[in-house]
C-alpha cells in the first residue's frame, strides 16, 4: 500500500500539522484541511474533508466519517486516521477502486480529537483519559509519576510485611501472590511507580485516582450521566468544546451514512446499542451491523461484537454518552467503535471484557506476566530489569517493568504500519456501503400532441436502504429520496418535485432456502417508478434528477 509518509512512529502534533498542511497544498482538488476548534494550549483540531471536487460538492455524495483519538492515550487512532488520509491521496488515480470511491463519495477524517491531550501522553509520563486537565481531583494515595527519570511510568516494588505479593522463587523478575497459609516470609507491596501523597485515613494504602479524568467519550447527549455515575462525563453534554465541535461538524454534514471512532485496546469492533443488549435491538440494523462489521473482521481479525453484551464490565451502571450510540441512537447513523491492537491475544489469553471488574486474579496475573515476556522478546527496548531506587517514602524499592503505552496500549513502532494497512482496507470497504441513488431507466409515452406521459425508475443501488437504518426511522431523522422534472412547459399531472419517502438496500432483501435446495429471493423495495404527464414541445429535453442528502444524486434527461 503506497503512502506518502512514515509509519512507523506516533506523531507529534506538529509532525501531524505539518503533514495535513501538505495534503491541502498538494492535492487542492481532492482534499480540504480545517480547523473545529482550537483547543485551551493552542493547537487546532483537524477535519479533513477527501474527495473529487471536480465530479460535485462534497455535501452532494454519500459521506463517510472516521475520528481517533479521542482519548489521550489512543494515539494508534490518530496514526490510522492518518494513514487512511495519505493513502487514498497518494493511490488516487493509481487505483482504481480510491479513484471511483473519491469520485462518488466525500470521507470525512478527525484524526485528533484531542490534541492537548495526545500531545502531552506522547512528550511526558503522564496518563489521562482525554486531556491534561484537572477535573475533580481526589487528593492521596500513591500518584503516578516517572520518578527515576526515565521517561516511563513503570512499576515499583518494596518489602512490606503486610503486602500480598512474592518474589516468583522461578522467576526474580516475576512477582506472584502469596498463599493463604504463608505466614512467614519475604513478602511485597507492588505499585505503579509514583509518589506518595498524604491523606486523611488509615494506614492502609490506597492508589490515588487519576487526576486528569475527564472523559471526552462521555459527553455526548445521548445517555449523559454525570458525576459520580459516569466519572469525567463533564457538567452537562457538550460541555467540552472538543467534543461540541466533533458533535456540530456531524450534524452540519449531512451527508454522513458511516461512521467509525477509533479507539484502542481491546482487538474489536464494536456496534451499538451499548445501552442495552442486542436481543433489544432492531433486528434489520443489527443484521447490517454485523455484516459490515464482518468485512473488518476479515481485515484485521477483530471480531465483530455488540457493544452492552460483550465491552461494558458493568452492565447496570453502564459506561454511555459516547459518541457512537449518539450518531446511531439520534441520528440513525450506521456507527462502530473501533478497538485497535490486542496484545492479550497475541499472547494466547484473550481477555473477557465484561469481567474486567471481577475476572480471576491468578488469570489476570499470568496474563501480565505474559505481557512483560511478550514486551521482552518483541520490543526489549521498552523493557527494564528491577532496579534499586531510594523513594521518599517508602524506602529502598525497586523500580521495574515495560513501558505500557507503546506496548500495551498502543503497539510498538515496527508493528504500527501494519496495523493501519487493514484497517484502512476496512475503512474503504465500509464506506462502500453507502446507500446511492441512480436514475434506473426514462421513458417517454406520447399522449396527443403536445402532451407527454414521463416514467422514470429510481432506485438505490447500494447496501443500506436510504435511511441507513430503521433507527433512523424511529427518530424521525430519515428524510425522503426526492424525484424532480425540469424542461417541461407545464405539468398536467405530478409535482415538479417529488418525495418518495425511503429505498431499500441490498442489505434488506430476504433469501429463504426451502427443502430441495431450493432458493427463494424475496427482493428488498430498492426501485420504484415516477410518472407525469407534460405538456411539451417536440425537440424539448426532460430532465429528472433524483437526490438525497444520504445518498448522492444522479439525473437522466430524454428529448421529446
Same mark, same amino acid.
Given at each position: ?76 487512532? =490518530? ?9 487514498? &491521496? ?11 470511491? &473519491? ?109 486528569? =479524568? ?23 453534554? &457538550? ?139 518483541? =520490543? ?72 407527454? %406521459? ?27 429520496? %426526492? ?78
Amino acid at each position: 500500500m503506497n503512502t506518502t509518509f512514515q509509519y512507523d512512529h506516533y506523531y507529534l502534533y506538529e509532525e501531524l500539522k505539518s503533514n495535513l498542511e501538505y495534503f491541502a497544498q498538494k492535492y487542492p482538488d481532492l482534499c480540504d484541511v480545517e480547523v473545529l476548534c482550537v483547543t485551551e494550549k493552542g493547537l487546532n483540531q483537524y477535519a479533513v474533508t477527501l474527495t473529487n471536487k471536480k465530479t460535485g460538492d462534497a455535501l452532494s455524495k454519500p459521506g463517510y466519517y472516521m475520528d481517533g483519538n479521542i482519548h489521550a492515550g489512543e494515539v494508534t487512532a =490518530s496514526m490510522t486516521c492518518m494513514y487512511l488520509v495519505d493513502w487514498l &491521496l497518494t493511490e488516487y488515480g493509481q487505483n482504481p477502486e480510491i479513484t471511483k470511491l &473519491l469520485d462518488t463519495e466525500t470521507i470525512y477524517v478527525l484524526p485528533r480529537i484531542s490534541p492537548d491531550g495526545a500531545e502531552s501522553y506522547l512528550t511526558t509520563p503522564n496518563f489521562m483519559y482525554s486531556a491534561d486537565r484537572d477535573w475533580k481531583e481526589v487528593y492521596g494515595g500513591v500518584a503516578p509519576e516517572d520518578i527515576d527519570g526515565d521517561g516511563v511510568v513503570r512499576m515499583m516494588r518494596y518489602k512490606d510485611p503486610y503486602g500480598i505479593w512474592k518474589i516468583d522463587p522461578e522467576d526474580p523478575e516475576q512477582m506472584v501472590m502469596r498463599k493463604p497459609d504463608e505466614i512467614d516470609g519475604e513478602f511485597y507491596s507492588v505499585w505503579t511507580e509514583g509518589e506518595f501523597e498524604e491523606y486523611d485515613g488509615d494506614e492502609n494504602l490506597k492508589e490515588k485516582k487519576m487526576k486528569w =479524568s475527564m472523559n471526552f467519550n462521555r459527553n455526548f447527549p445521548y445517555g449523559w450521566f454525570p458525576d459520580p455515575r459516569e466519572i469525567g462525563a463533564g457538567e452537562y453534554p &457538550l460541555s467540552f468544546p472538543e467534543i461540541k465541535a466533533v458533535h456540530d461538524f456531524i450534524l452540519a454534514h449531512k451527508n454522513i451514512g458511516g461512521l467509525s471512532a477509533m479507539h484502542t485496546t481491546a482487538g474489536m469492533i464494536l456496534f451499538p446499542p451499548g445501552t442495552r443488549p442486542e436481543a433489544q435491538g432492531i433486528p434489520a440494523d443489527m443484521k447490517a451491523f454485523r455484516a459490515i462489521g464482518q468485512m473488518g473482521t476479515e481485515e484485521t481479525g477483530y471480531p465483530c461484537v455488540n457493544i452492552f453484551d460483550t465491552f461494558l464490565a458493568d452492565q447496570v451502571n453502564y459506561s454511555s454518552g459516547a459518541l457512537d450510540d449518539w450518531a446511531y441512537e439520534n441520528q440513525g447513523i450506521v456507527s462502530y467503535t473501533v478497538e485497535l491492537w490486542d496484545l492479550a491475544n497475541k499472547v494466547g489469553m484473550p481477555e473477557d471484557m465484561t469481567a474486567r471488574l471481577t475476572g480471576d486474579t491468578d488469570t489476570k496475573i499470568k496474563r501480565y506476566n505474559a505481557y512483560r515476556e511478550w514486551v521482552k522478546k518483541n =520490543s526489549p527496548e521498552a523493557y527494564v530489569p528491577w532496579h534499586e531506587y531510594d523513594h521518599p517514602h517508602f524506602g529502598k524499592i525497586e523500580i521495574g517493568g515495560y513501558n505500557y503505552k507503546f506496548t500495551q496500549q498502543n503497539p510498538p513502532g515496527h508493528m504500527l504500519c501494519e496495523l493501519c494497512e487493514g484497517i484502512a482496507r476496512y475503512m474503504v470497504r465500509f464506506a462502500r456501503c453507502m446507500p446511492k441513488v441512480e436514475v434506473v431507466s426514462l421513458d417517454k409515452e406520447k399522449v396527443s400532441d403536445g402532451v407527454y %406521459k414521463i416514467t422514470a425508475v429510481v432506485g438505490n443501488r447500494g447496501f443500506l436502504p436510504t435511511n441507513l437504518t430503521d433507527q433512523a426511522i424511529r427518530a424521525a431523522v430519515n428524510k425522503p429520496v %426526492k424525484v424532480e422534472i425540469s424542461g417541461a412547459e407545464e405539468l398536467v399531472t405530478g409535482k415538479a418535485c417529488e418525495e418518495i419517502g425511503d429505498l431499500s438496500g441490498y442489505s434488506r432483501a430476504q433469501t429463504k432456502v426451502f427443502y430441495g435446495e431450493v432458493i427463494n429471493r424475496q427482493e428488498a423495495k430498492m426501485k420504484k417508478k415516477v410518472s407525469w404527464i407534460v405538456k411539451a414541445k417536440e425537440q424539448d429535453t426532460i430532465t429528472i434528477k433524483v437526490s438525497h442528502e444520504k445518498s448522492g444524486w444522479d439525473e437522466k434527461s430524454l428529448t421529446l
